[in-house]
């Protein structure tokens, strides 16, 4: 496996979830992945139900600037990942439409040729991580929320997400709970339409952790921690309630049990604050 990735960004973490980055890059860097850097554009993903092969372009141009520098995408946005991986593997399997595809992308001088590979970032840490990077134990109950795009289509896309999360997590020292719905979406790519009903998805999964108790969540996308952070803020004022089920993405919670400073995993960037949990239960 290489140690070199083009790193994908996509559109949301650097304007609303740079945490994820910054504890991403520590976490990378640690385990030996070096996440390379280039001018990428928007996936396609919020384009695709307007127009599919104009999304599979936006798609295409990205993984051609991935081909000419000779590095596999990696991703941390569960959409970012789910579109580019897909987009991937169809101008793999389908000639016709590669060659589509190519005919629109000549004239910005690139052309898809099918040679490199698109990951998310979870996948490579969940190969490498090791009971000896971690330092620290993080004797937590944690509610693991894999999120939507991690796995469907699962033709394309599954990778055995749930479980690698469920494994590092363990690894890590926490204690997985299990609880209703889990699968379900978490509701933050309906804020768009109705912000009403985003909150009351967000706040049914969030119930669903309180019930059993959880003390943390964890997921690995950014919209779901849009939805698991920020809309619990919300949901908690909007209803009067409090679940007290602070989110963290994997890289932070990960990052702390291999002993990375909390200010380079950007825990302070989160909305609902963890540090009551974590200095109970990192030791």
Do not use: W
């Not at 469920?166 to 768009?192: Q, S, W």
């Not at 998805?201 to 003390?215: C, T, V």
């Not at 990052?255 to 949990?277: R, T, Y």
């Amino acid at each position: 496996m290489s140690d070199n990735y083009l790193y994908f960004p996509g559109c949301n973490i650097p304007y609303r979830e740079n945490q994820y980055e910054l504890s991403a890059r520590a976490v990378a860097e640690k385990l030996g992945i070096k996440l390379h850097d280039r001018p990428f554009t928007c996936c396609g993903l919020n384009t695709e139900p307007l127009d599919e092969f104009a999304a599979l372009l936006f798609s295409a141009r990205n993984i051609a600037v991935a081909e000419e520098e000779g590095m596999d995408l990696v991703a941390l946005c569960n959409g970012c990942y789910k579109t580019l991986r897909v987009a991937n593997r169809k101008l793999k399997q389908d000639e016709k439409l590669r060659e589509e595809v190519n005919e629109k992308l000549r004239a910005i001088g690139r052309e898809v040729k099918g040679t490199i590979e698109v990951y998310h970032l979870l996948d490579l840490i969940s190969d490498r991580i090791k009971p000896e990077h971690i330092v620290k134990k993080i004797s937590a109950r944690v509610a693991p929320f894999a999120g939507c795009h991690s796995s469907r289509p699962s033709e394309y896309v599954d990778f055995g997400a749930k479980e690698k999360l469920e494994k590092i997590i363990k690894l890590a020292g926490g204690k997985v709970v299990r609880y209703r719905d889990m699968d379900k979406c978490c509701g933050a790519p309906l804020l768009a339409l109705s912000e009403e009903l985003g909150i009351n998805l967000a706040r049914q999964r969030l119930l669903s952790m309180k019930e059993r108790n959880a003390e943390l969540a964890v997921t690995m996308c950014p919209f779901c921690q849009v939805s698991l952070d920020g809309l619990q803020v919300k949901a908690e004022q909007e209803f009067n309630e409090s679940y007290n089920v602070p989110s963290l993405y994997i890289t932070q919670f990960l990052g702390l049990a291999m002993g990375i400073k909390p200010e380079k995993l950007g825990l302070k960037e989160n909305k609902k604050d963890p540090s009551k949990v974590l200095k109970k239960a990192v030791m």
